[in-house]
């Protein structure tokens, strides 16, 4: 598979494919707030056009001074990068040593930035049997035979897990035993910030927590994310990027988008009202199991009959996209992930789904 396609949001790659206007396709694929972008954002973007005329804030002042309001942390405690996946690429060179445990299943590119950098990779494989319980004990045990960095997805994604803050605090407390650098991506953290443990690995040493900003305040085509860290780790980071990474327009929406509380509160009221009729609906398919999540996302398991990859056919026919996720380690050719949308648009991929599961 390609590298290319080995995510969702492919949405322009796909109308190309079917040749019709990217806005006749139902992407269910991308995990994107569906009450898009804030107001705030859109009028920050046309405010911010004549600010192309002069190269971007290479310190982003006004990004960390808005993410410290929003996180109530010192503003050196954060690196503002081009999407969060620059972080992760960047991040093995800074973290000593060749040996990297990815809890799985998990986003396919940490694995492809430590090869990059030649680092060994191994997986923990969680099981969708056990709703992708955290095996402490296992884990201990994995971290044992030697790790120099440990990658954890929470919430986990494909599967939507919000692993408890008591559990982070457990992992993160054995890595400093082993001496193993914990890379904690939150990317969907904010639609369940109480689960965050961005305090105590501000607070701490040898981690960093990854925060997206293109899902919750839906601007994946401007890529911003950032991380939190101690500042000796943001400095660190902040230095490998080299100076301009971020577009004018980038640090202006992201000012703009955590200062909107109002969109920030119904959006969390929205996407939890509809992923509880959502998952109601799905539940009442013979065929599928959904499994729990705290996100904008559900992974569902095909219990019998066509895989993931010929229900995403037969969708895409209908001008549906959904993520199959037989490219994620540890699931089978029996799991796909659909995006929390609109309730029309939620109700329209049911019926879809109703005619193909007559």
């Known amino acids: ?104 299943p998990s986003f396919s590119e940490y ?30 045990r994995a971290l044992a035979c030697g790790a120099d960095a440990l990658f954890l997805c929470n919430p986990g994604n494909p599967g939507g897990t919000l692993y408890p803050l008591e559990v982070i605090e457990k992992i993160y407390h054995q890595c400093r035993l082993t001496g193993t650098f914990l890379v904690l991506d939150e990317a969907f953290m904010d639609f369940c910030e109480e689960g965050s443990a961005k305090r105590m690995i501000a607070q701490g040493d040898g981690a960093v927590v990854l925060r997206s900003m293109t899902k919750f305040f839906a601007i994946p085509g401007l890529r911003l994310g950032y991380a939190i860290g101690n500042p000796a780790h943001s400095g660190r980071l902040d230095a490998l990027g080299g100076p301009w990474r971020v577009n004018s327009l980038a640090l202006a929406a992201g000012a703009a988008a955590l200062r909107d509380m109002g969109h920030t509160t119904k959006t969390l009221e929205y996407v939890r009202r ?60 029996s799991f796909f992930r659909i995006a929390v949308r609109t309730g029309a648009e939620n109700k329209q991929l049911l019926e879809c789904l109703g005619g193909i599961y007559k």
């Open 274 to 333: 509809e992923r509880k009729l959502l998952v109601e609906q799905l539940s009442l398919f013979s065929q599928f199991r959904v499994y729990p999540s705290c996100t904008n996302y559900l992974l569902v398991e095909i219990l019998g009959g066509v895989s993931s990859l010929e229900l995403k056919e037969q969708l895409m026919s209908r001008n549906i996209l959904i993520r199959d996720c037989s490219s994620f380690i540890g699931l089978s050719d």
């Open 111 to 140: 694995a492809r930035a430590l090869h990059q950098h030649r680092w060994e990779v191994r997986h923990f494989t969680l099981k969708p049997a056990d709703d992708f319980a955290m095996d402490l004990d296992a884990v201990v």
């Open 1 to 104: 598979m390609s590298h290319l396609h080995d995510h969702g949001g492919t949405i322009f790659t796909v109308a190309r494919t079917l040749g019709i206007d990217p806005e006749c396709i139902l992407d269910f694929s991308a995990s994107i707030n569906p009450l898009g972008m804030s107001p705030f954002v859109r009028e920050a973007l046309v405010n911010s056009c004549d600010t192309l005329l002069h190269y971007p804030d290479p310190g982003h002042f006004e990004l960390k001074q808005a993410l410290s309001e929003f996180h109530d942390l010192p503003p050196d405690h954060f690196t503002i990068a081009n999407g969060s996946t620059e972080l992760i690429y960047n991040l093995p060179a800074i973290v000593p040593g060749k040996k990297a445990l990815i809890i799985s």
